[in-house]
C-alpha cells in the first residue's frame, strides 16, 4: 500500500498529538528538530570528542599544536555532519547509484594514478586530497540499501546476489591499493545491510561455511605484512621486537594501567614512546595506561550510547532505505569499537582500524560524523504514519 | 513507479523483521563488546602485577658508575699515576649527518689520524646510535682552542671531560708501574662483566695489572628513565622518577704505595738512558725494590690515552724492543757474576779451600782434550787463590775447580740464591732464567747425544756462560742475599694498600724465603770481603769506581758473550757488529758492613761490567746512601 507523499505532518507534531500528556517542548528542543539535530546523539559524540581530546592531548607528547590540529578536524567532521543532516533520506535514496558509480570510477583511478603514501596506494588528487575509500564507507551500504529498498524483503537469493558484487566489487579495489582494514570495514557495511534485512540464518551460515575457502583465497591475496600481521597474532612473543612489538608494548601499557591509571600525561609506555602509533590506531592502550579499567569502561559505556541511540533511530525509521541505512551505519561504528579495542588488547591482528572519534587522524572522522548526519536526517524527517 | 512495479512489501512484517534483526545485532554487539571488556579485565585486575612490572622494567635502566682507579705512589708518597681530568674528543653517530665526510675533514686539521678512520668508522656504526664513541683521549688545550673555533663545521662532534689515566714521570716508571689500556674483548673475557660495566681502562702490564683488583674499585650503578630507543630521559621534565630504586655510589679503587724510590728510579732511568739493559735495586733486608728500570723505555700514557695505529706499530716494531721489561723478562747469561757464589758452594763442598792457589796462564784444558778454555785475560793472572780469583775476576781458577764442585752443585747452590726459578716477585711476567743440571739437561732434550752432560759444559757454567741465564730481579736478589748473608726476602714493589673509602693502610710485611745456609761465618766474611775488593782493594776489576769513596762496598762484574743474533733480524752490518759485543754485567751492595742497598744491572752490548755497569751502580748506591749529588 504505497502511502508516501500522502502525509505532511511532522512527527514532532505528531508526538504532540498522540502523547497530549507529555510536556511541550522547550524552545531549544524545537530548534534542534529544525535544524535536524538529533540532541542525545549530538551530546554522545561530543562527550566520546571531548575525552578523545583528553586522551589524544597526552598521547600526542602535550602538544597545543597537534592538539588544536585535531579540534580543527573535529570540527570540520561536526560541519559535514549538520550539512548532511540537512538532506533529506529521499534526496539521499535518489543520488546513491550516481554516488556509488562515482565512487567506483574514483577507486578505479586510484590504482591508476593515486599517489603513494606508507607504500600503498590511497590517496587521490583531485584539487584536493583525498581518499575515495573513505566515500566508500558510506556509499556501499547505501547503495545495498537503496536495491533493496523497493524490493520484497527478506530479499531473494538473485537480489543477494547482486549486492554481493555490489560489495564486492569496492571490496577487491580497496584491498588492491593495499588497504586491508578499510576494505574488511567496507565489507561488513554491505554485509550488516543484508543481515538486516532479512538474510536467512540458513544461508548466513552455509556462506559462513563457505568463506573457510574464500578465506584461503584472500590469505593468497594479502601482502607480506598483513599475514604477519595474522601470524604474529597467534604468538607476538615469536618476534618481540618486529611485527609483535606493537602487540606486547600496548598489553603492557594497558595491563600496568590497572583500575585506577597511571594518571594523565604519566603513563610510562605512551610518554617513553615504547607504545607504538600511541596517537593514531593504538590510542586506545594511551586511555587503558593512563586512565586504567575505569577510564576505558567510560568510553566504552559512551560508545554503547552513541550505538544503541543509532539503533533505536533506526528501529524508528520509516522506510526500507532509511531503516537499514541507519542500522548498517550504526552497527558499522560498533564494528569500528571492536576491531579497534580488540586489536589493541591483542584479541584479534592489527589491522590498522583508528578508534573512531578518538585516534588522531581526519579523514575517517568526516566519513563518520557523515554517517551520523545521515542518521539525523533520516530520524528527523520521519513523517507521520497510521497505526 | 518502481514501487507499483515491485512485489508488495508488508510493512508490518518488514518492520517485525527488522525490529528482530536488530535486536539480534544488539545482544551481539554486546556480546562482542563484553569479551573486550572481560580481556580489559584480564589485562588490567587479574594480570596487572605482571604487565605494572613488565612496564618498570621497560622504562628503567640501570647504568653503570665506574668508580675512580686508586692512585699508585712511590715510598715517600709522590705521584707515580694520577687521573687527570682531560677533554676527550667524541662523535655522536646520530647527531652527524656524513660520518666519512666528518671523519676526514678531522683528520685533515690533525685531530685525528687517516689510518683510524676505518676503525672509527666501525665503532660508530657497532653500537647504538646515541652512544658516544671516542676518537681521541685527550685533547691538548691546544687542539681543543683549536676545534672550538671549527666547531660549528663539525655536528655532532664534541669534547667531553673525563678522567685519564697519566704518569707524571712516563718513561722513567713505564716498566715499574706498567700501564692501563682500553678494555679489549680478551680483557672483557677474563674480567667480571658487572664490575666493568662502566670502565673503559684496565691494567695491562706491571703493578697497574698485577694489582686491578685491588686498584679498579667497585663499579656503582644509578637508575635511570629511558625511553624507547634507551635515551635517557632529562630527570627535571619527568614526574616519573619517584619511584625509582635506590642508587649505588660506586666505591673508588685502593691506592697503592710502591717500595720504588722516585729519586732513584729517575737518577737509574737517566744513568741508562741511550742504553739497552736494566737495571734493579733492592733493600736486601726487606725484599722491598727500590728501583726497576728497562731501557729503553716508552711513555705509558700512550697506552693510556690511546695511541694512533702507527705509533703504536713504532712501539712494536722498533728493534730495540722498548715495550719489552728486561729487568723482569730479559734472560742472560749471568756471567762472573755467579762467581761469589760458587766459590761459597766450592768453600762447602770442600771443593777448595781459602788458601789454595793455581797458576792462571790464561787458558785451561781438560785432559785428553785439547780445547782451550780461556780466561778473559789472554795473558793469565799468575798465581791466584780463591780470594783473588773473585776480586780479578780469574776465570782459570774457577774452570779447574769446576769439575770438584760439579754441576749438580752449581745447581744445588745456585738455586738456593734463587736463580734458576720465578722470584715470586709481586708483578706478573717475570722469567724464571735457567740454572742447568744434569737432570735438566735430560729433560730439555729429546736426543741421547745432547742428554748427556758433558765435562766441558761444567766448566764455562762456572763462569755463568753456557745454558746458565738468570733475569737483572734474580741477579739482585741473589746479591741481596750476598748481603744479608743468605737471609733471603722474596722482592716486591708493593709496600702498602691504602683503602680508597677508609683510608685504612695495610703495609705488605717482607715475606721471609729459606735462608742460604752455610755452615762456617768464615765462608762469608772470605767471599764477601773478596767482592769488597772488587770495588776497593789494590787489584780490583772495578777499583777504578770503588777507590776513594766515601764508604764501603762490594761488586762483583761481570761480561756475558752475545750467544746468537736471530738471522732475521735487520741490523746494517755496523749495528750487528755493535750487537755482538759483550753483553756488561754488575751486581753490588752497601754500605758493605750493613748494607741497605743491593743493586743488579746490565747493559746490554756494553763490553765492559766493570767499565760501564759498575760506574751506574755506584751512582745509585751514592745516591741512595746520600753520597752523590743527586741524593734524594
Redesign the interface.
Known amino acids: 500500500m504505497p502511502i508516501s507523499g500522502t502525509v505532511t505532518m511532522r512527527l514532532n507534531d505528531t508526538q504532540r498529538l498522540l502523547t497530549p500528556k507529555a510536556a511541550p517542548l522547550s524552545d531549544f528542543t524545537l530548534i534542534m528538530r529544525r535544524l535536524h539535530v538529533d540532541g542525545p546523539l549530538l551530546i554522545g559524540l561530543l562527550l566520546i570528542c571531548g575525552f578523545g581530546l583528553f586522551v589524544l592531548y597526552s598521547a600526542v607528547g602535550e602538544s597545543n599544536r597537534l592538539l588544536t590540529n585535531q579540534v580543527i578536524r573535529l570540527g570540520v567532521a561536526f560541519v559535514a555532519m549538520f550539512i548532511v543532516a540537512q538532506l533529506p533520506p529521499d534526496f539521499l535514496r535518489r543520488w546513491t547509484p550516481w554516488g556509488y558509480l562515482a565512487g567506483l570510477v574514483l577507486l578505479v583511478l586510484v590504482l591508476t594514478k593515486g599517489d603513494v603514501g606508507q607504500g600503498a596506494r590511497r590517496w587521490l588528487d583531485i584539487g584536493i586530497r583525498f581518499q575515495p575509500s573513505e566515500a566508500m564507507k558510506l556509499a556501499v551500504p547505501m547503495m545495498a540499501a537503496w536495491y533493496l529498498h523497493d524490493r520484497q524483503i527478506p530479499p531473494k537469493l538473485g537480489h543477494l546476489i547482486t549486492i554481493a558484487v555490489i560489495i564486492i566489487v569496492p571490496t577487491l579495489l580497496i584491498a588492491k591499493q593495499p588497504d586491508l582494514g578499510t576494505s574488511l570495514l567496507i565489507a561488513a557495511s554491505g554485509v550488516i545491510v543484508i543481515v538486516l534485512a532479512g538474510m536467512s540464518f540458513k544461508l548466513i551460515f552455509g556462506l559462513g561455511i563457505a568463506a573457510i575457502p574464500g578465506a584461503l583465497v584472500l590469505w593468497n591475496f594479502m601482502q607480506d605484512y598483513q599475514k604477519q600481521r595474522v601470524l604474529t597474532l597467534f604468538n607476538p612473543d615469536s618476534d618481540p621486537l618486529g611485527a609483535g612489538y606493537n602487540i606486547i608494548q600496548s598489553k603492557i601499557a594497558i595491563g600496568s594501567g590497572g583500575l585506577f591509571g597511571k594518571g594523565w600525561t604519566n603513563g610510562s609506555q605512551a610518554q617513553l614512546e615504547f607504545l607504538p602509533e600511541r596517537d593514531t590506531d593504538f590510542i586506545f592502550a594511551v586511555l587503558g595506561e593512563e586512565f586504567g579499567l575505569l577510564g576505558v569502561l567510560t568510553l566504552l559505556v559512551l560508545y554503547m550510547f552513541v550505538i544503541g541511540r543509532g539503533l533505536y533511530m533506526a528501529v524508528q525509521a520509516q522506510d526500507t532505505f532509511s531503516r537499514l541505512l541507519a542500522g548498517s551505519i550504526s552497527l558499522t561504528f560498533m564494528v569500528y569499537v571492536f576491531v579497534n579495542t580488540a586489536m589493541v588488547t591483542g584479541l584479534i591482528p592489527v589491522v590498522g582500524v583508528p578508534l573512531p572519534l578518538v585516534s588522531f587522524g581526519g579523514t575517517s572522522m568526516v566519513t563518520l560524523m557523515a554517517g551520523f548526519g545521515i542518521l539525523m536526517s533520516i530520524h528527523s524527517n520521519r513523517k507521520l504514519l497510521p497505526h | 513507479m518502481?514501487?507499483?512495479l515491485?512485489?508488495?512489501?508488508d510493512?508490518h512484517s518488514?518492520r517485525r523483521?527488522?525490529?528482530a534483526?536488530?535486536i539480534l545485532?544488539?545482544v551481539i554487539?554486546?556480546i562482542?563488546?563484553g569479551?573486550?571488556?572481560a580481556?580489559?579485565?584480564q589485562?588490567?585486575?587479574v594480570?596487572?602485577e605482571?604487565?605494572?612490572e613488565?612496564?618498570?622494567g621497560?622504562?628503567v635502566r640501570i647504568e653503570p658508575v665506574p668508580p675512580i682507579r686508586g692512585l699508585v705512589f712511590d715510598r715517600k708518597g709522590r705521584v707515580i699515576a694520577e687521573n687527570l681530568p682531560a677533554y676527550q674528543l667524541e662523535l655522536i653517530p646520530e647527531q652527524v649527518h656524513d660520518i666519512d665526510d666528518t671523519l676526514n675533514r678531522l683528520a685533515a686539521i690533525n685531530l685525528i689520524d687517516f689510518e683510524d678512520i676505518p676503525r672509527f668508522k666501525e665503532l660508530s656504526r657497532s653500537g647504538p646510535r646515541f652512544k658516544p664513541v671516542t676518537l681521541k683521549f685527550r685533547l691538548t688545550e691546544e687542539e681543543i682552542a683549536n676545534f672550538a673555533i671549527q666547531r660549528p663545521r663539525f655536528p655532532g662532534i664534541d669534547f667531553q671531560p673525563r678522567l685519564v689515566r697519566h704518569y707524571p714521570s712516563g718513561p722513567e716508571v713505564a716498566h715499574a708501574v706498567g700501564y692501563v689500556g682500553a678494555l679489549s674483548t680478551e680483557d672483557l673475557k677474563r674480567l667480571d662483566p658487572a664490575a666493568y660495566a662502566g670502565t673503559s681502562h684496565t691494567g695491562k702490564t706491571g703493578v697497574e695489572s698485577s694489582f686491578e683488583s685491588d686498584l679498579h674499585g667497585d663499579a656503582g650503578y644509578r637508575h635511570l628513565?629511558?625511553?624507547?630507543?634507551g635515551r635517557q630521559?632529562p630527570s627535571d621534565t619527568s614526574?616519573?622518577l619517584e619511584s625509582l630504586p635506590v642508587d649505588q655510589s660506586s666505591a673508588p679503587g685502593s691506592n697503592i704505595y710502591l717500595s720504588i724510590d722516585l729519586d732513584l728510579q729517575r737518577l737509574a732511568s737517566k744513568a741508562m738512558d741511550g742504553r739497552r739493559g736494566a737495571l734493579v735495586a733492592l733493600d736486601p733486608w726487606t725484599g722491598e725494590i727500590l728501583a726497576l728500570v728497562s731501557t729503553p723505555s716508552f711513555d705509558p700514557d700512550l697506552f693510556a690515552v690511546g695511541m694512533t695505529t702507527s705509533q703504536y706499530r713504532e712501539l712494536q716494531d722498533n728493534p730495540d724492543r722498548p715495550l719489552f721489561n728486561r729487568a723482569l723478562r730479559g734472560s742472560y747469561p749471568p756471567g762472573s757474576t755467579i762467581k761469589p757464589m760458587l766459590a761459597l758452594a766450592a768453600l762447602e763442598t770442600g771443593a777448595t779451600n781459602m788458601t789454595r792457589k793455581s797458576l792462571c796462564r790464561g787458558f785451561y784444558t781438560l785432559p785428553n782434550n785439547p780445547h782451550r778454555y780461556r780466561d778473559w785475560k789472554p795473558e793469565g793472572h799468575g798465581p791466584v787463590d780463591l780470594h783473588d780469583a773473585i776480586e780479578q775476576s780469574c776465570d782459570v781458577y774457577f774452570y779447574e775447580i769446576s769439575g770438584e764442585v760439579g754441576i749438580d752443585a752449581m745447581h744445588d747452590y745456585l738455586s738456593r740464591f734463587g736463580l734458576g726459578t720465578p722470584t715470586g716477585v709481586d708483578v706478573l711476567g717475570e722469567s724464571s732464567g735457567l740454572v742447568p743440571s744434569r737432570e735438566w739437561k735430560r729433560r730439555a732434550f729429546s736426543d741421547r747425544d745432547n742428554q748427556r752432560w758433558y765435562h766441558g759444559e761444567t766448566v764455562i757454567a762456572s763462569i755463568g756462560q753456557g745454558y746458565m741465564l738468570a733475569t737483572p730481579l734474580q741477579l739482585a736478589s741473589a746479591t741481596a742475599t750476598l748481603a744479608t748473608r743468605g737471609k733471603r726476602y722474596k722482592p716486591h714493589m708493593v709496600a702498602a694498600i691504602e683503602d680508597g673509602l677508609t683510608g685504612e693502610r695495610r703495609i705488605i710485611q717482607p715475606e721471609r724465603m729459606p735462608d742460604v745456609e752455610i755452615s762456617n761465618d768464615i765462608y762469608w766474611d772470605f767471599v764477601l770481603g773478596a767482592m769488597h775488593d772488587v770495588m776497593q782493594g789494590t787489584r780490583g776489576t772495578a777499583r777504578a769506581v770503588g777507590t776513594g769513596a766515601a764508604y764501603e762496598m762490594a761488586g762483583k762484574s761481570g761480561t756475558a758473550q752475545v750467544v746468537s743474533i736471530a738471522q732475521d733480524s735487520e741490523y746494517d752490518d755496523e749495528e750487528l757488529e755493535e750487537r755482538q759485543r759483550d753483553h756488561a754485567l754488575f751486581i753490588s751492595f752497601a754500605p758493605f758492613d750493613e748494607p741497605r742497598i743491593a743493586v743488579a744491572l746490565i747493559v746490554e752490548n756494553g763490553e765492559s761490567g766493570s767499565g760501564v755497569a759498575a760506574p751506574i751502580a755506584k751512582s745509585i748506591m751514592d745516591a741512595y746512601l746520600g753520597y752523590g749529588d743527586d741524593a734524594p
Not at chain 2, 628513565?225 to 630507543?229: G, H, K, V
Open positions: 518502481a514501487a507499483l515491485s512485489p508488495i512489501k510493512i518488514e523483521l527488522f525490529l534483526r536488530v545485532a544488539a554487539s554486546i562482542l563488546l569479551v573486550v571488556v580481556r580489559l579485565v589485562l588490567q585486575i594480570d596487572h605482571l604487565f605494572a613488565k612496564s618498570q621497560n622504562r628513565i629511558t625511553n624507547a630507543r630521559v614526574e616519573l
